[in-house]
C-alpha cells in the first residue's frame, strides 16, 4: 500500500512540474490572425507579448494558409521562446515589396526554437530571373528567406523552406545552433537559393535534412568553426560547399567542419573547398569529409582555389587563402564527369597535410574510367583503396 502511494505521489508530483513548465502560448488567432490573409501585424504582436512573458512561451501558427509580410522577430526575451509553424506562410510575391534582404529573421534571441510541420514559402518562381537575377550576377536585390543573426542555444526543427527568392537560410554570428529535420526545396534551375549558409557562427549542426535546392545545399562563409553537417540528403544542387572565401578583406578563419554520413544525387558538385584568386588573406583548416555517397555526381571531390564566376577576377593570380590539415575518406559512389577527384592548390600557398583514404568513384561515362588531377598539393598522404587513383602524380605550379 505505502508503495503504491509512492508511485502515485510521484506520478502526480511529474504532472505538476510538467504543467508549471508547460510553455504559455500565444495564438496568432488571439490577435486577429485570418486564413488566406494578412497576418504581418498579428504576428509581430504575438510575438512581443510571448518575448516579453516571464517563463517558456510559444508562438503559435495553426493550420491554414497565411501571407506574411517583412518581419523581425528581436530578442532578447524573457525566457525559452517557440516559434511553432503548423500551417503555410507565404511570402509577398512581388520583389518590389521588399526594401531589405531579408524576409523573416531572427536575431538577439537564448533559447528559441522553431518548429512545426508547417512551412515557409518564399514564392521565389516570381523573383527568379528578375532584378539582375541571372546566370552572370548575384541575386543582390531579393531577399533570404530566413536569417538567424546572433541566435544562442537554439533550435529549428521539422519546419520545411520552399522556393526561396533568394537564400532559403541564413546564419551569422550565432553559436550552439541545431538545424535537425529540415526540408528545403526548390527547382534545380532556381538563381543563388542556397539551402543552408553559415558564416561568422561557432558550433553549428545540420543533421538528418534533406535540401534541394538550385545552388549549394550548404555553404559555408568564413568564420566558420566547429560546424557538424551530418545525415543530410543533397540534390539538386551545387553541393555541399566551403567557401566561395577570399573575396573581402579581413575574413575569419574557417576551421573544425565535419561533413559526416551525407548522400548527394545530381549535384553540380559533390563536396568541394573553393577560394578566389588574387584573393585576400585566409585560412581553411581542419575539414574532414567522411561517409558520403555520390549518385551521378559532378566532380565528386574538389578543391577549386581558382574560383572565378563570371570572369569577376584575375584567375591568373593566385590564391592566398591557406588550405591545410583536410580529409576526405570513404566516398564511394558514381561521378557524372570522368575527372571525379580534382584538387587545384594555390600555386602561392599549396595545400598541407591533405590525406585522401578508401576513395570509390566510378565514372557513368562510356570514354573510359575515371579519373583525377592534383595540383600544389604539398606530400599528400594518400590510404586505402582507390579508384581513380588520386594526388599519385601532383604537379607544382610556379606562383605568378
Not at 558564416?199 to 545545399?217: A, E, Q
Not at 595540383?375 to 607544382?396: K, S
Request: with cysteine; charged share 20%.
Amino acid at each position: 500500500m505505502g508503495l503504491e502511494l509512492n508511485v502515485v505521489t510521484i506520478s502526480l508530483l511529474l504532472m505538476l512540474v510538467s504543467t508549471a513548465n508547460a510553455a504559455r502560448v500565444f495564438d496568432v488567432r488571439n490577435y486577429g490572425a485570418k486564413p488566406n490573409s494578412d497576418i504581418t501585424k498579428a504576428v509581430t504582436r504575438a510575438w512581443n507579448d510571448a518575448c516579453a512573458y516571464q517563463g517558456s512561451s510559444k508562438v503559435l501558427v495553426p493550420t491554414a494558409t497565411y501571407r506574411v509580410g517583412t518581419v523581425n522577430f528581436l530578442g532578447p526575451c524573457k525566457g525559452p521562446i517557440e516559434f511553432n509553424v503548423l500551417g503555410s506562410i507565404q511570402s509577398p510575391g512581388d520583389p518590389k515589396y521588399f526594401k531589405g534582404d531579408c524576409w523573416i529573421s531572427f536575431g538577439k534571441i537564448n533559447h528559441l526554437t522553431v518548429s512545426g510541420k508547417g512551412d515557409f514559402d518564399g514564392q521565389g518562381q516570381t523573383a527568379w530571373g528578375r532584378s539582375g537575377c541571372s546566370k552572370n550576377s548575384y541575386c543582390v536585390r531579393l531577399p533570404i528567406s530566413l536569417r538567424f543573426d546572433f541566435v544562442t542555444n537554439s533550435i529549428v526543427r521539422d519546419i520545411t523552406s520552399k522556393n526561396s527568392k533568394q537564400f532559403h537560410i541564413n546564419v551569422f554570428g550565432s553559436q550552439n545552433l541545431t538545424f535537425d529535420h529540415v526540408t528545403i526545396i526548390a527547382p534545380h534551375n532556381s538563381p543563388n537559393t542556397d539551402g543552408i549558409h553559415i558564416g561568422r557562427s561557432t558550433n553549428i549542426k545540420v543533421i538528418n535534412s534533406k535540401i534541394s535546392t538550385g545552388d549549394d545545399c550548404i555553404s559555408l562563409g568564413d568564420g566558420s568553426r566547429d560546424i557538424l553537417i551530418k545525415g543530410v540528403i543533397c540534390g539538386p544542387g551545387h553541393g555541399i560547399s566551403v567557401g566561395s572565401l577570399g573575396k573581402y578583406k579581413n575574413e575569419q578563419p574557417v576551421s573544425g567542419v565535419r561533413v559526416i554520413g551525407c548522400t548527394l544525387t545530381n549535384t553540380q558538385t559533390g563536396v568541394r573547398i573553393k577560394t578566389w584568386p588574387q584573393s585576400y588573406p585566409g585560412i581553411a583548416t581542419d575539414m574532414r569529409f567522411e561517409n558520403i555517397v555520390m549518385n551521378n555526381v559532378d566532380n565528386p571531390i574538389l578543391i577549386d582555389q581558382g574560383y572565378c564566376p563570371w570572369n569577376q577576377c584575375k584567375s591568373q593570380l593566385p590564391s592566398n587563402i591557406k588550405i591545410s590539415k583536410v580529409i576526405f575518406k570513404s566516398i564511394n559512389g558514381t561521378s557524372a564527369t570522368k575527372e571525379a577527384v580534382e584538387i587545384i592548390c594555390s600555386a602561392a600557398l599549396p595545400c598541407r597535410n591533405l590525406e585522401l583514404r578508401d576513395i570509390n568513384l566510378k565514372y557513368n561515362g562510356k570514354d573510359g574510367p575515371a579519373t583525377s588531377r592534383c595540383v600544389n598539393v604539398n606530400n599528400p598522404l594518400i590510404g586505402g583503396y582507390h579508384n581513380p587513383p588520386a594526388c599519385t602524380i601532383t604537379t607544382l605550379k610556379k606562383k605568378v
